[in-house]
Each structure stands twice: as structure tokens, then as C-alpha cells.
């Protein structure tokens, strides 16, 4: 019974294929984020870390809906513009980004995990990932 | 009267249909530009500093041509030699095209880059392409309308007094000076291609 209640979760975290509704991981600077920076208040917007995964979650989209300029990610953002950057291989990209306290933006795109054991330690570390969120 | 109005009511919607299709803006992400895609494209910021070929060098000089900005500096021991060969593949392989792209590449170290430093350094990999340096202030005003970050660090070669940690990123303008794509460091050669292919193939 226990190990019954142990095993289907970890099991079906394994046979389960990852999909995901959209290829797209949108950022968005909300409107009016500029103004409550001014008055004070911090918010970050971005993650210091983006995870995509090739061919299932593999774009990256920042929108800047607020009405000023800001750098968002690597560049900067004209107010009610998109940057859209698909990754289609595996691979640890660096970008500056002066929102973080680090300076840095890191974008690490994931093979699609296929195997039983690669969706297993991909939703493991995705849960970890989620509950080390401040 | 008859014929001319069912002739008329056959080759008026041919007419719009065709115009429609002839006209319609399809964004550049849907064509399928393989960097990053900025939608709606706005006008890439404007610069004028000194030239590698001694001469003033302004984005709106090259207004007609695909261009290509970077960020960087000649004393880089890794990212800016790395992308600097992977353009002078790209300019191979893009063959007679290539007299429509030229590559800027906007220095990020005004201190030891000359415009006959960066003359020497980019007629290494290729001598079209054209550098550009200014006073700290003027580089610092075009790094902040293209949202790089560059600072000074210490570098990990002893011989050299400092390093500068900047963007990565290329900047791609097209023949009517918009601001279209951002190609993260890395990018294959091919996918670059590709990109300079659709944005020559767009202005004309």
C-alpha cells in the first residue's frame, strides 16, 4: 500500500510526456512597473535563470507594456514592444541585464527530455527550482 | 454593358486580392528570422562617432545596406575573436551578397581602442569591416540606447591592465535603418546567414 502510494506518483512522473500549451515562456514589465520602482518599490520581473526546453518550450518572449523604455533581459525595450527569441539547441546562454543584482540573465535551453528517467530528474528539478522560489 | 460590368466584378477582386498580398507586412518572426525578432521593429538607434577609416562613421551612412552592430573591443580574449571568425564565415558564405551587409563594430574600450587599432585588428578577419570609437560619453550614449552593459573588470591575463565584461549580443539593422533582430552569442553561423538572406531579400 505504501510503497503503492510511493511508486505511482514517481512513476507517472516518469511515463508522462512533458508538453506544455505554448512554445512560448512570455516575460512581461507590467504597465506602471517604472513608476512603483520610483516610489520605492522592488520588484523583479525576470528570473536570474529562464529554463526552455528545444522544440516544446524553446521561445523566449519579453514584452515591455509599461510606458517607458527599459532593459529587459538583453536589450532594451521600447514601451509596447516584443522581443522574441527562439533557441533551438541545447545550450547555456549569458545576457547581460541590468535588472538582476547579478548583471546577469542566463537562458538554459534543455534537450527534450524523452526517456522515462530524463522527464523524471527534469520534473524533479523543475520542482526544485519552484520550491527555492523566494 | 453586360460583359464589361461581369468582367469588371471578375477582375476588380483578382486585383485587391493580388494588392493585398503584394503589400501585407508579414512580421519577420513569422517568416521565420531565427534570432531574437523585435516586434514592431523600431528605428535602431543613431550614432556618429570616429571611423576605423578615419573618417566619421554614422549608422545613417549605410542606410540601404543590411547592418550588423556589435559591441566589443580588440584587447577581448574570448567572445569578440569568437564572433568576429563566425561573421567572417558568415560574410563567406553570404558570397556576392555580402557587399550589401556591413558589419560596426562599436568598441566598448575608448582607452586603448584607436581607430587605427581597430583598423588593424578587423582587417585580420575581414577589411570591410568597419570600427567605431568615441569618447567615453559617446560610447556610453550608444550603449545605452541599444541596452548594453559594459564594464570594466579585472582581467584574468595578468599582461593586460583590465578586461571589459559587455553584451554578447549582434544587433541587426535593416536597409531601412529598423532595428530587427538580436542575435545571441553562440548562434550557428547558418542561422545568422539565414537572417541576412531574409533581411537583404526584405529591402528590395
Known amino acids: 500500500m505504501v510503497a503503492g502510494v510511493i511508486f505511482t506518483p514517481v512513476v507517472v512522473a516518469a511515463m508522462w510526456p512533458v508538453t506544455f500549451d505554448s512554445r512560448e515562456e512570455l516575460f512581461e514589465i507590467p504597465k506602471g512597473t517604472w513608476a512603483r520602482r520610483m516610489a520605492g518599490e522592488k ?3 525576470l528570473p536570474s535563470e529562464i529554463h526552455l526546453l528545444v522544440g516544446i518550450r524553446n521561445v523566449l518572449m519579453l514584452k515591455n507594456s509599461d510606458d517607458v523604455p527599459q532593459i529587459f533581459g538583453p536589450t532594451l525595450m521600447m514601451p509596447g514592444q516584443t522581443l522574441r527569441i527562439p533557441f533551438t539547441r541545447p545550450s547555456e546562454n549569458y545576457f547581460a541585464c541590468t535588472a538582476h543584482a547579478s548583471g546577469q540573465l542566463v537562458v538554459v535551453v534543455e534537450a527534450t527530455p524523452t526517456w522515462p528517467w530524463n522527464r ?14 523566494p | 454593358m453586360n460583359k464589361t460590368l461581369l468582367v469588371g466584378a471578375l477582375v476588380l477582386p483578382l486585383v485587391a486580392l493580388g494588392t493585398h498580398f503584394a503589400f501585407r507586412r508579414t512580421p519577420l518572426a513569422e517568416q521565420g528570422l531565427r534570432s531574437g525578432t523585435f516586434e514592431p521593429p523600431r528605428e535602431a538607434p543613431a550614432f556618429s562617432l570616429d571611423g576605423s577609416s578615419g573618417k566619421k562613421l554614422s549608422l545613417r551612412d549605410h542606410l ?20 568576429l571568425a563566425h561573421l567572417t564565415e558568415v560574410y563567406r558564405k553570404l558570397g556576392s551578397a555580402a557587399r550589401d551587409v556591413q558589419l560596426i563594430y562599436v568598441t566598448v574600450d575608448p582607452g586603448r581602442d584607436s581607430p587605427e587599432r581597430l583598423r588593424e585588428h578587423l582587417a585580420v578577419f575581414n577589411a570591410s569591416f568597419l570600427g567605431a570609437t568615441g569618447t567615453p560619453d559617446e560610447l556610453k550614449a550608444v550603449q545605452k540606447a541599444y541596452g548594453v552593459v559594459a564594464r570594466q573588470v579585472v582581467s584574468r591575463n595578468h599582461a593586460l591592465a583590465y578586461a571589459v565584461d ?10 531601412q535603418g529598423k532595428l530587427r533582430g538580436l542575435v545571441p552569442f553562440g548562434t550557428p553561423v547558418d542561422d545568422i546567414v539565414h537572417d541576412l538572406d531574409l533581411l537583404l531579400k526584405m529591402g528590395t
Open chain 2, 166 to 175: 559587455h553584451s554578447s549580443s549582434l544587433y541587426l539593422v535593416d536597409r
Open chain 1, 120 to 133: 523524471l530528474s527534469w520534473r524533479v528539478r523543475r520542482m526544485l527550482r519552484w520550491l527555492s522560489k
Open chain 2, 64 to 83: 540601404g545596406k543590411v547592418v550588423i552592430v556589435e559591441f566589443g573591443y580588440t584587447f577581448c580574449e574570448d567572445v569578440c575573436p569568437v564572433t
Open chain 1, 43 to 45: 520588484r523583479e520581473i
